[in-house]
């Protein structure tokens, strides 16, 4: 079966790296500081799929987390070229969803030069807030700031999806911002990050995941299972969540994503990871697990037909 991958990472933390990655923060999978688009289509050959491409998603929203205005975009901007020439080095079918401070005033200026690399389809900039994702320590919950708010709306005249990564309590703030903006379609990352205690949380979990589903240009990633529990294979209430997210959203609207080499980071080397995918909807018809591995994914990121 086919497999479009919506959600990976390459990067370099070599000592003079031109990539605006930060080798303090980042770590060398197998070793290797500088982790490209061969090494990573080397790890998913093992998957027992057939990787045919996917979405680079950005890796400096991590990185250099006191720097902010023209120092940090300029690291974003490198970024985006690392990676537009990495991707042009094979023959899969990539795209980018890239990083920006959507915060800052220039921010139609920076998009304009970010999309200057035509396969960038999105933007993520993580917002996770309390527990604060390296960043948002310092920045707040970005949903409520103003100048960011009117930076997102921008993404619409750069027909722009925006890769959504932020934690349970704030899903509600997120599907509010979705209802003024039906234009910028949302793609929730990795089931919108929850531990144990959100997924047994359960109505507030769902109301909030239920919130973003009701606005239909919304997405949600099947990612990052690890996170919730290094074991999640067997524990019943992860893969529970997982089939009920599918329910929520509809199949059309969901997709699995391998989250390399993170994951990898993590004991879950591409063949235990998509064993484990597989098994989760064995039960779904051929025609659906088309769909979840990588027909949905491309219609989303507008891949090439």
């Given at each position: 079966?086919?497999?479009?991958?919506?959600?990976?990472?390459?990067?370099?933390?070599?000592?003079?790296?031109?990539?605006?990655?930060?080798?303090?923060?980042?770590f060398?999978?197998?070793?290797?500081?500088?982790?490209?688009?061969?090494?990573?289509?080397?790890?998913?050959?093992?998957?027992?799929?057939?990787?045919?491409?996917?979405?680079?998603?950005?890796?400096?929203?991590v990185?250099?987390?006191?720097?902010?205005?023209?120092?940090?975009?300029?690291?974003?901007?490198?970024?985006?070229?690392?990676?537009?020439?990495?991707?042009?080095?094979?023959?899969?079918?990539?795209?980018?969803v890239?990083?920006?401070?959507?915060?800052?005033?220039?921010?139609?200026?920076?998009?304009?030069?970010?999309?200057?690399?035509?396969?960038?389809?999105?933007?993520?900039?993580?917002?996770?807030?309390?527990p604060?994702?390296?960043?948002?320590?310092?920045?707040?919950?970005?949903?409520?700031?103003?100048?960011?708010?009117?930076?997102?709306?921008k993404?619409?005249?750069?027909?722009?999806?925006?890769?959504?990564?932020?934690?349970p309590?704030?899903?509600?703030?997120?599907?509010?911002?979705?209802?003024?903006?039906?234009?910028?379609?949302?793609?929730?990352?990795?089931?919108?990050?929850?531990?144990?205690?959100?997924?047994?949380?359960?109505?507030?979990?769902?109301?909030?995941?239920?919130?973003?589903?009701?606005?239909?240009?919304?997405?949600?990633?099947?990612?990052?299972?690890?996170?919730?529990?290094?074991?999640?294979?067997?524990?019943?209430?992860?893969?529970?969540?997982?089939?009920?997210?599918?329910?929520?959203?509809?199949?059309?609207?969901?997709?699995?994503?391998?989250?390399?080499?993170?994951?990898?980071?993590?004991?879950?080397?591409?063949?235990?990871?998509?064993?484990?995918?597989?098994?989760?909807?064995?039960?779904?018809?051929?025609?659906?697990?088309?769909?979840?591995?990588?027909?949905?994914?491309?219609?989303?990121?507008?891949?090439?037909?």
């Amino acid at each position: 079966m086919e497999f479009w991958d919506p959600h990976f990472h390459i990067w370099d933390i070599s000592s003079e790296t031109p990539s605006g990655h930060d080798p303090s923060v980042l770590f060398a999978p197998h070793g290797k500081e500088i982790y490209g688009i061969q090494d990573f289509e080397k790890d998913l050959d093992h998957s027992g799929f057939d990787l045919t491409g996917g979405v680079f998603v950005e890796a400096v929203s991590v990185c250099h987390v006191e720097m902010n205005g023209d120092e940090y975009a300029d690291h974003c901007l490198a970024e985006t070229k690392w990676v537009a020439e990495q991707i042009s080095n094979s023959t899969r079918d990539y795209y980018i969803v890239a990083t920006l401070a959507l915060e800052n005033p220039n921010v139609a200026d920076l998009l304009a030069k970010i999309t200057y690399h035509n396969k960038v389809r999105g933007i993520r900039q993580i917002l996770n807030y309390q527990p604060s994702w390296p960043r948002n320590q310092r920045l707040g919950n970005l949903l409520e700031n103003p100048a960011w708010c009117d930076g997102f709306e921008k993404l619409k005249d750069f027909q722009l999806i925006f890769d959504l990564q932020i934690n349970p309590h704030q899903f509600k703030q997120a599907a509010k911002l979705s209802e003024r903006n039906p234009e910028i379609p949302l793609v929730l990352g990795h089931l919108g990050s929850p531990t144990l205690q959100d997924l047994k949380d359960e109505k507030f979990y769902w109301e909030g995941i239920q919130a973003l589903a009701d606005c239909p240009q919304n997405s949600v990633k099947l990612s990052m299972l690890s996170y919730i529990d290094k074991d999640w294979q067997n524990n019943f209430l992860v893969k529970e969540t997982v089939l009920k997210i599918i329910d929520t959203f509809g199949v059309d609207r969901c997709f699995f994503a391998s989250n390399f080499p993170v994951e990898l980071n993590e004991d879950w080397p591409s063949e235990k990871l998509f064993d484990a995918f597989r098994d989760l909807v064995k039960l779904f018809s051929p025609d659906d697990q088309r769909k979840l591995f990588s027909e949905n994914a491309r219609r989303v990121y507008k891949a090439a037909s």
